[in-house]
Each structure stands twice: as structure tokens, then as C-alpha cells.
């Protein structure tokens, strides 16, 4: 049973990575409030509406 369980979980994520497209978008922050590294590998952006 586990094993069938472990089978399925493979295939939706391999085939789930096969058709994922990659996007990516540069944002320039300028001199926007940040944290960390210039050349960290990653960049999130958080937008916040308060309304």
C-alpha cells in the first residue's frame, strides 16, 4: 500500500516539474527597504495591500 502510495506521489511530481514552465522577471528594487546579501541566489518580494 505504501509502496503504491510512494509510486503515485512520484509520477504527479514528475510530471507536475515536466510542464512547468519557468518564469522569471527582473524587478529592480532600487533603494527599496531589504534584508540580506546583494547576491543572495534567491529574491521574494512581498506585496501587501492594506486597505
Known sequence: MMKKIMICVFALLF??????EVKRVDIPIG????MGPDDAPVTIIEFLDFQ
Open 15 to 20: 510530471f507536475g516539474m515536466a510542464q512547468a
Open 31 to 34: 533603494d527599496a527597504p531589504s
